[in-house]
């Protein structure tokens, strides 16, 4: 773009003569001498001059806003100030003209110094008066490129210099551009794109050219110019922010239509005072969004940033504009069930010792819609892992209890167990001592023969401690890391945990075989993955923040693509041994009075981890995971409190119910249940039912337990399951009235078969 159309209209060549650039040499050097012979503090004008480098300002840093997948709502953003940089050439002329006006108005006529200004700082310094000069744009920008910060006239002398050492480096036109994307302008806006749409909204831009829709006019650009002089309030003057002081801030803004008038920049006064847009102190300003639940994804968008190539450093600088895979709804419905504080949340009538996690997750993409580990995006994350500001990691996760059985179950099932065998619930553990069913000793199954579908939905303890040594706890942890468990605590060393994507084979025999019910801690997002995966039909989808990347060309202003997420599904696990699985989970959703609005197939699983190892026989962590085809969530809920400076564990208790203990089947459950109806609605998600039930297993993998009795005979003598009556004569009734059976699930046979006189069938249908 030529120089004509620039912010700040034509302006000078490089092609002052050399004659004129050694008297303006001369001349600050002879306002050199006179500081120094005034203030006695530097010694040779010239030498001060030659001494003084010029090097190129560095990159101004810039805000990355983080959007939901709508491109529309900011939900976090990266950096530490609220500016976007916009390229010179394209920044709306009349924006330049004004600020010219506002601050320096003789600047296309002047070779960066303001020679009075220097003098007035050296007399100031002799006499003791104010050390404060009237500065260029030039001076104004080498002041804060040099970051020259403190008041003298030592520092006066640098930034006259720099700033006639860097007319000589740029033209008028870049130099007033680089001055507008660095200024501070108020309301916590650095630079002009941020100024104007912190004055004038969002949806306004300073590239927009007159002439266009939204362009900036020269009224409001006198606006934003005017600010510069004093954009805050101080304890001397409340600034020239129309919002805090619009008496002063009217005077200032006529002072620069006058001066924009006396230049002939523009060919007549407004005669009214823009409409600005309204400011709230207290909202946010560099951080929006990070003061919300959705801060928190912050350090997942920088980890997934550094593995596509964009360094710390680069993420510093800005510029960037990141698509997410939050979904807004879905965001809303998580905050509405987990914050305690929502109306609609299940944890309403408890205290803020209470913590919760959720995490949703799309099995199809493995897109991370919705995301909450507290209500506000610095505090500690209770979905996730925490790092310092090293980077290195100081905790997260909690142990899963019996929602962990899901990865022991996918390990089993692969491994050639069916659902069908059955375990001995009085075999101890290695070493003799006896396994914990939560205390329950009346079981729902025979004790010596309970069937691993039966010991699922009741949530039995013994079965998947048996399966994990026999199968070797690495069996259980590849399984866990198959479906999207990346991480998990060590068990040998508090506090730190294991990598599941660098640890292999025998590296993970350190396990006990109690990671079998979950003893291990894992984080809420690697939960809601695994669960995914197991809603996916085996099917792993990674769990990612980020869709899109896209970078502010330096030319145009305008963001241009960079990166686009790529999605590959990956099939870790039969999709019979899952089908088989799911027919289990979804079981328990209608047992545990979890089903979902609306007729929507779900599965599920409750969990919950004993306080201070089982010792007090109370619960501390409490889990449901679930989802259906289209949304898996996992949810987690603790609790406790600062005691001498540390984070304390408690006991947990259901709302309203006194000193009842909460489980993994009770609150946590009735959240994910809030959540899923409330998302399901906003998003209008499909109905997708799961596969029907498959048989898998191989007959000579047996548990621990006695074989299963015999079918009971009918009311005729025969025996159910076979084809012969009493004497060796074949059946003559007639066939079953289909009616469901009353027997352990998936045991009957449909009562369609002739020859069973009044036959009773043991329906094996899922649940609805």
């Known amino acids: 773009m030529p120089a004509s159309d620039s912010p700040g209209g034509p302006g000078k060549k490089k092609d002052k003569s050399a004659k004129k650039r050694r008297r303006t040499n001369l001349l600050t050097i002879a306002a050199a001498l006179m500081v120094i012979v005034l203030g006695a503090g530097v010694v040779g004008g010239a030498y001060f001059f030659d001494d003084v480098q010029f090097t190129e300002p560095k990159a101004e840093d810039q805000v990355t806003q983080i959007y939901a997948s709508d491109n529309k709502t900011v939900v976090a953003t990266i950096g530490s100030s609220n500016r976007q940089l916009v390229p010179y050439q394209g920044i709306n002329p009349v924006i330049g003209q004004a600020v010219m006006a506002a601050e320096d108005k003789n600047f296309l006529d002047h070779n960066g110094i303001d020679m009075k200004g220097i003098a007035r700082a050296a007399w100031n310094n002799f006499t003791g008066g104010d050390q404060q000069g009237a500065s260029t744009i030039t001076q104004q920008y080498a002041r804060h490129a040099a970051e020259l910060k403190e008041i003298s006239y030592n520092r006066k002398l640098r930034e006259a210099v720099i700033a006639r050492k860097m007319e000589d480096h740029y033209e008028k036109p870049e130099i007033l551009g680089r001055y507008l994307n660095s200024v501070y302008f108020g309301r916590g806006a650095y630079g002009i794109e941020a100024a104007v749409k912190a004055y004038f909204g969002n949806s306004r831009s300073a590239l927009t050219q007159p002439g266009q829709k939204g362009a900036i006019t020269a009224a409001e650009a006198a606006v934003i110019a005017s600010v510069i002089k004093q954009p805050e309030p101080s304890a001397g003057h409340r600034g020239y922010d129309?919002?805090?002081?619009?008496?002063?801030?009217?005077?200032?803004?006529?002072?620069?239509?006058?001066?924009?008038?006396?230049?002939?920049?523009?060919?007549?006064?407004?005669?009214?005072?823009?409409?600005?847009?309204?400011?709230?102190?207290?909202?946010?300003?560099?951080?929006?969004?990070?003061?919300?639940?959705?801060?928190?994804?912050?350090?997942?968008?920088?980890?997934?940033?550094?593995?596509?190539?964009?360094?710390?450093?680069?993420?510093?600088?800005?510029?960037?504009?990141?698509?997410?895979?939050?979904?807004?709804?879905?965001?809303?419905?998580?905050?509405?069930?987990?914050?305690?504080?929502?109306?609609?949340?299940?944890?309403?009538?408890?205290?803020?010792?209470?913590?919760?996690?959720?995490?949703?997750?799309?099995?199809?993409?493995?897109?991370?819609?919705?995301?909450?580990?507290?209500?506000?995006?610095?505090?500690?994350?209770?979905?996730?892992?925490?790092?310092?500001?090293?980077?290195?990691?100081?905790?997260?996760?909690?142990?899963?209890?019996?929602?962990?059985?899901?990865?022991?179950?996918?390990?089993?099932?692969?491994?050639?167990?069916?659902?069908?065998?059955?375990?001995?619930?009085?075999?101890?553990?290695?070493?003799?001592?006896?396994?914990?069913?939560?205390?329950?000793?009346?079981?729902?199954?025979?004790?010596?023969?309970?069937?691993?579908?039966?010991?699922?939905?009741?949530?039995?303890?013994?079965?998947?401690?048996?399966?994990?040594?026999?199968?070797?706890?690495?069996?259980?942890?590849?399984?866990?890391?198959?479906?999207?468990?990346?991480?998990?605590?060590?068990?040998?060393?508090?506090?730190?945990?294991?990598?599941?994507?660098?640890?292999?084979?025998s590296a993970l025999k350190q396990f006990g075989n109690e990671i079998g019910y979950g003893q291990y801690a894992i984080t809420a997002l690697d939960h809601a993955n695994g669960v995914a995966t197991l809603a996916n039909d085996g099917l792993y989808n990674k769990a990612h923040f980020v869709r899109s990347v896209q970078k502010r060309d330096e030319k145009t202003g305008k963001f241009k693509p960079f990166h686009t997420e790529r999605i590959k599904a990956v099939q870790v696990f039969d999709p019979g041994v899952v089908a088989a699985i799911d027919n289990v989970l979804e079981k328990i959703v209608g047992k545990n009075g979890q089903a979902l609005r609306s007729g929507y197939d779900a599965i599920g699983k409750s969990g919950t981890w004993e306080y201070k190892d089982g010792k007090s026989g109370e619960n501390g962590d409490a889990w449901w995971v679930g989802g259906t085809k289209h949304i898996a969530a996992s949810v987690w809920i603790g609790r406790e409190k600062v005691v001498k400076d540390k984070m304390q564990l408690m006991p947990i208790y259901k709302p309203g119910a006194g000193k009842k203990g909460m489980t993994g089947g009770s609150t946590p459950g009735e959240t994910w249940k809030v959540f899923m109806d409330l998302a399901n609605k906003a998003i209008d998600a499909e109905k997708t039912e799961f596969p029907p039930d498959v048989k898998v297993g191989d007959p000579s993998k047996k548990g621990n337990g006695l074989d299963p009795l015999p079918p009971p005979p009918d009311n005729n003598g025969c025996v159910l399951g076979g084809a012969v009556c009493p004497g060796g004569q074949p059946g003559t009734g007639q066939p079953g009235t289909g009616q469901p059976g009353t027997g352990q699930p998936g045991t009957g046979l449909p009562g369609t078969l002739p020859g069973f006189p009044g036959g009773n069938g043991g329906g094996n249908g899922r649940p609805r």
């Not at 360094?311 to 939050?326: H, P, S």
């Not at 069916?418 to 553990?429: A, C, F, M, N, Y």
């Open 242 to 505: 129309p919002q805090n002081n619009l008496p002063d801030a009217k005077i200032r803004w006529q002072y620069t239509l006058n001066n924009m008038l006396e230049k002939k920049w523009i060919q007549q006064l407004p005669t009214e005072y823009p409409k600005f847009a309204k400011f709230d102190p207290e909202a946010c300003r560099t951080s929006c969004g990070n003061d919300n639940a959705t801060g928190k994804i912050v350090k997942y968008v920088k980890q997934e940033l550094r593995a596509i190539g964009i360094t710390d450093e680069q993420q510093k600088k800005g510029g960037l504009r990141i698509t997410t895979t939050i979904n807004p709804a879905v965001q809303k419905a998580a905050e509405s069930a987990a914050n305690r504080t929502s109306s609609k949340s299940p944890l309403r009538k408890l205290d803020a010792t209470y913590k919760t996690a959720l995490v949703a997750i799309d099995p199809t993409n493995g897109h991370v819609l919705a995301y909450y580990g507290g209500n506000d995006g610095v505090g500690w994350d209770y979905a996730g892992p925490n790092y310092n500001d090293k980077g290195e990691f100081i905790g997260g996760g909690r142990p899963p209890g019996s929602t962990f059985k899901i990865y022991t179950l996918l390990a089993a099932l692969s491994d050639g167990y069916g659902l069908d065998t059955t375990w001995d619930s009085e075999v101890k553990k290695v070493g003799g001592d006896a396994i914990n069913n939560s205390s329950r000793t009346n079981l729902t199954c025979d004790k010596r023969r309970c069937p691993l579908s039966e010991a699922t939905i009741q949530s039995y303890n013994f079965p998947f401690y048996h399966l994990a040594a026999a199968l070797g706890p690495d069996k259980v942890a590849e399984a866990a890391h198959k479906a999207g468990i990346q991480f998990i605590s060590s068990p040998t060393k508090i506090g730190a945990r294991v990598d599941l994507n660098k640890s292999k084979g």
